[in-house]
């Protein structure tokens, strides 16, 4: 097996590993909660961020539920630190949570755990957008991915999204490939893509 391959393997086993021992699920779940794993580690695109992404979304919307499910998630095993962002009146119409845990071998890692209001913009649309990628991957370019993201630097941070983008989209296949492509996008707009209906 390719060797990249063989650690995104290792290392997504790992993240899972993390995200159990964080009880991120249970805590949200015992609030009545839907919880949804979106992002890098959903789409099986996962290498080494050490960044897990949750949606979560209650009915009704409620605070002191995501102040309880975040004390839980606070007393678990190498939990390091949280920050929390009210943006329910912008147009996210979320609460972001953000807590840091670390592992057995000393590395911090971060949960971003993001409370949704139902029938907001952002309601569903990464969990299409994620399993849209899902669906679009093949051997070839699941490994492109996984290449070009070994190489990205950790500054600036680059997300995911784009290198999913310019393999997916735009026929991109190796990182110098994507240095040259990305060099060429607007930074400044967030990329909504695949479109999500």
């Not at 097996?1 to 805590?27: C, G, H, W, Y």
């Not at 996210?92 to 993001?114: G, N, P, S, Y």
């Not at 991915?145 to 190796?174: E, F, N």
Request: net charge negative; with cysteine; proline share 4%.
């Amino acid at each position: 097996m390719d060797p990249i391959l063989q650690q995104a393997q290792e290392n997504t086993k790992e993240a899972f590993a993390m995200l159990r021992q964080s009880r991120a699920v249970t805590a949200w779940d015992l609030q009545g909660a839907d919880v949804h794993l979106v992002g890098s580690l959903a789409c099986g695109l996962y290498y080494d961020s050490r960044d897990i992404d949750l949606h979560v979304y209650t009915d009704p919307f409620d605070m002191s539920a995501g102040f309880a499910a975040m004390g839980m998630i606070a007393s678990q095993k190498g939990f390091k630190g949280l920050t929390c962002t009210n943006l329910l009146d912008a147009p996210d119409a979320c609460v972001e949570w953000h807590a840091q845990f670390e592992d057995a071998q000393k590395r911090l890692w971060t949960l971003d755990i993001i409370h949704i209001l139902r029938g907001s913009r952002y309601e569903g649309y990464f969990e299409r957008q994620a399993q849209a990628i899902k669906n679009m991957l093949t051997d070839d370019t699941r490994a492109a991915i996984l290449h070009i993201k070994k190489t990205l630097p950790p500054q600036p941070h680059i997300g995911g999204i784009w290198v999913y983008a310019a393999v997916l989209r735009d026929g991109v296949r190796t990182p110098e490939e994507f240095s040259a492509w990305y060099a060429k996008q607007d930074k400044n707009q967030i990329l909504h893509w695949p479109e999500s209906k």
